[in-house]
């Protein structure tokens, strides 16, 4: 290695090494459920929710299934051992009264807190035309634009209070997508679950606005299960944005959340997640286990469900983001980019059930790894005997950085009926210390070029997601990733 | 020897240069002077060390410099990282101009441009202004619109490499242009628009290396001198004859004449 390589090589792991900018902690008095898990703990959770009975039997049955599986470890993940029963399974923020109102009455503190993560609340949210359901730990602490979102009959809240206002859209379409029996933490987050978004787009209904919600994971040792659901009903649309962070902590937390999707006759749901949890620091202490159950039903003819991520965060990233094809002619999408540097792991992917005639999917996954990060895509394509005329695309590519990390490609695929047809294209590559000199030859710096290449690799991806989100999702591509050359 | 009262005024000063790729020398004691408003070729057959001379100039990793010095403008070439070397106004014409896919063409461009304005202290250049030069210098290079939204040598031909070269040269404006065999794989149409393009860049300030295998760029862009690189050293320099004379009687006459 010559001089300048090696002084490139030093440059570049300083880039590599630059730390977690949201490593931030709220200081407020929360009201926390001392650690453990048994019945009375969800029980206690139900109540301190309001919740009705069925959703208290719900919880109870999910936790005595729980009782009787065990942790997976199939995945291509080295996890240090979880005490379940060490976690503290609901975190509040304490309020005066009831709770907020209006964002004046929530505790600066929080909105302080949503300023440095750069949530559009206040003006910011009007002007960026985005409504925001910001999940602190375990409870909404403010909604916005509810008025206008009404007007147009669209229901967006806080889980919890979705159960209180329209019990029976929960009572119909909880756990019909992830059962609570689906898997472990699937089944966990259908015990003791704490709060999460709820949207319900009316018939034939555009939603006004982009929807979002910022996830944050404040409290010490609370693990955080949110649950999401959202029906769009026959012939509407929604887009629906989800952005995640977390605190610096030495400990790793946990984060299993459930988001259920279900698309009726003609609808189609657009769902855009950046995911920027803390990842850990460069030796691979503290970060997040983001163990997230996420698929979507496209139960209606035509219906289409989207999902586009950008993994940038998180110690250890385990989820699969699916779609089940079931009505005639609906359309599964799964456009990913996933990054891993330090000592990050993700195993991540979707599943394409096609159940119905003439569904199609296309699943786009980009990977990317630097450090000791381990980066593996596990997707599964499956055509049942009735997915007649079915067509499935599945592009998957690899990039690497640097000579420590790895890529892995799992790609499982299922036909049982002869005129499906499943095509499916890999690459794996390195930054090319070609592609790399020649943006230096033109003056451009090491920092710029890297993130040029790694974008322009992404872009595939980027541009599914709305651009706001875009710009966003490529900045934190520059923070988690710039620089590295194999 | 530096001298302050004697200031070097040369554009680029090449001395007794070794540069080695994987261990094995390839440069052996080359030197060359290029004053401004210069155009000199560098000739030779394969693997004498044309292309390792552009590369070790631009600061291509993985070429060891052993011994010797380079001055570009009065400055120490060989300890700036390559993109300063951009910045301070020297350009490589690739000779394999790589693909980078998704990154757009213009992007790229514009990115350099940026890069270098701000080096010199100049403000960012807008997208108006940006687009109308690059449009300029597109039609100079009979390069078709669609060009501007495509990636960075994506699926282009040959040809629209080479000219893709000229044309960012063309916006970058350099001090000193080193053409790493920008002629070859070209047809004789294409060679004249890259000609044109190179042509239109001469100025009493600005110089330019060409290196290639054949005289026939020559026709084109008249040198000033001809240099013969054999073995890693220059064993040959004159005018535009030089080059002529090669052309008859081959690189063993004056291999042989070296030996």
Redesign the interface.
């Known amino acids: 290695m010559?001089?300048?390589?090696r002084?490139?090589q030093a440059e570049l792991e300083s880039l590599l090494a630059r730390g977690y900018q949201h490593g931030f902690v709220t200081e407020i008095e929360s009201d926390t459920v001392p650690p453990g898990l048994d019945e009375d703990v969800v029980r206690l959770i139900s109540r301190k929710k309001g919740e009705p009975a069925f959703l208290t039997e719900w919880r109870l049955k999910a936790l005595r299934h729980f009782f009787t599986m065990a942790e997976p470890h199939w995945a291509h993940l080295k996890i240090a051992p979880i005490d379940y029963q060490s976690i503290s399974y609901y975190s509040a923020p304490k309020t005066k009264k009831d709770g907020p109102k209006s964002l004046e009455e929530v505790d600066p503190k929080l909105l302080a807190t949503y300023e440095k993560l750069g949530v559009p609340l206040h003006e910011r949210a009007r002007l960026a035309g985005v409504a925001v359901d910001a999940v602190f730990d375990s409870v909404s602490v403010a909604t916005t634009f509810k008025e206008k979102l009404a007007a147009a009959g669209v229901v967006f809240c806080p889980f919890s209070e979705a159960v209180r206002s329209h019990p029976e859209l929960i009572e119909q379409y909880l756990g019909s997508v992830v059962p609570y029996t689906d898997n472990y933490f699937a089944t966990l987050n259908s015990a003791v679950f704490s709060d999460g978004s709820f949207v319900y787009i009316p018939k034939g209904v555009r939603c006004p606005m982009e929807l979002s919600t910022y996830f944050r994971i404040n409290a010490l040792n609370t693990g955080q299960f949110e649950r999401t659901l959202i029906i769009a009903d026959a012939g509407s649309y929604v887009s629906y944005l989800e952005g995640c962070s977390a605190p610096q902590r030495d400990e790793n937390q946990l984060h299993a959340a459930v988001v259920e999707l279900v698309a009726l006759d003609d609808a189609y749901i657009k769902y855009s997640t950046v995911q920027n949890w803390y990842p850990g620091d460069a030796d691979g202490k503290g970060g997040i286990y983001n163990f997230v159950t996420k698929r979507g039903e496209c139960r209606g003819r035509n219906s289409r469900i989207s999902w586009t991520q950008v993994e940038t965060g998180s110690a250890i990233t385990w989820k699969y983001p699916s779609c089940v094809l079931k009505g005639d002619g609906s359309i599964g999408e799964f456009y990913s980019v996933a990054t891993v540097n330090n000592h990050q792991q993700a195993d991540t992917g979707t599943k394409m059930i096609h159940v119905g005639r003439d569904t199609r999917s296309t699943i786009v996954s980009k990977g990317i790894s630097a450090g000791h990060g381990q980066n593996t895509y596990r997707g599964l394509v499956r055509m049942l005997p009735s997915a007649q005329a079915a067509r499935n695309f599945t592009q998957c590519d690899s990039l690497l950085m640097g000579g420590k990390c790895g890529a892995h490609t799992f790609p499982y695929v299922e036909v049982k009926n002869e005129t499906a047809t499943v095509e499916h294209e890999a690459s794996t590559s390195k930054i090319?210390?070609?592609?790399l000199?020649?943006?230096?030859?033109?003056?451009?710096?090491?920092e710029?070029a890297v993130n040029?290449?790694v974008?322009?690799?992404?872009?595939?991806v980027f541009k599914e997601l709305p651009m706001e989100f875009a710009v966003e999702a490529q900045n934190l591509l520059a923070v988690s990733l710039e620089g590295a050359v194999g | 020897m530096e001298n302050m009262k004697n200031p070097d005024t040369a554009l680029l000063r090449i001395e007794n240069l070794h540069a080695k790729v994987a261990g094995k020398e390839i440069l052996n004691g080359l030197s060359l002077t290029v004053e401004r408003g210069e155009v000199h070729a560098i000739m030779g057959p394969n693997g004498s060390g044309k292309s390792t001379l552009a590369s070790v100039l631009?600061?291509?990793?993985?070429?060891?410099v052993t011994q010797g010095r380079v001055s570009f403008e009065g400055r120490d070439l060989l300890s700036l990282?390559?993109?300063e070397?951009?910045?301070a106004g020297l350009?490589?014409g690739?000779q394999y101009?790589?693909e980078?896919?998704?990154?757009n063409n213009v992007?790229?461009?514009k990115?350099?441009l940026n890069?270098?304005r701000k080096?010199r202290g100049l403000p960012e250049v807008d997208a108006f202004e940006f687009l109308t030069l690059v449009r300029e210098k597109m039609k100079l290079m009979r390069m078709e619109d669609s060009f501007l939204s495509r990636?960075?040598n994506e699926g282009f031909s040959g040809g629209e490499k080479k000219r893709n070269e000229i044309l960012?040269m063309l916006v970058?404006e350099p001090q000193l242009a080193i053409l790493d065999e920008t002629d070859s794989g070209l047809d004789i149409d294409a060679l004249k628009i890259v000609a044109a393009g190179v042509n239109s860049l001469r100025s009493p300030e600005r110089a330019c290396v060409l290196v290639t295998h054949y005289q026939r760029l020559l026709d084109y862009i008249v040198p000033d001198q001809v240099h013969v690189l054999i073995r890693g050293r220059i064993v040959k320099s004159g005018d535009k004859s030089l080059a002529l004379e090669l052309e008859r009687r081959g690189y063993d006459w004056v291999a042989g004449a070296a030996a």
Do not use: H, N, W
Not at chain 1, 2 to 5: F, G, V
Not at chain 1, 437 to 446: N, Q, T
Not at chain 1, 455 to 460: D, L, N
């Open positions: 010559s001089e300048e390589t002084q490139t090319s210390e070609d592609q000199f020649y943006c230096l030859a033109r003056g451009i710096g090491a710029d040029m290449i974008s322009g690799f992404c872009k595939s | 631009a600061g291509r990793p993985g070429y060891e990282p390559p993109e070397r951009a910045r350009f490589l690739f101009p790589v980078i896919p998704g990154v992007y790229l461009l990115a350099a890069a270098q080096t990636g960075v960012q970058l």
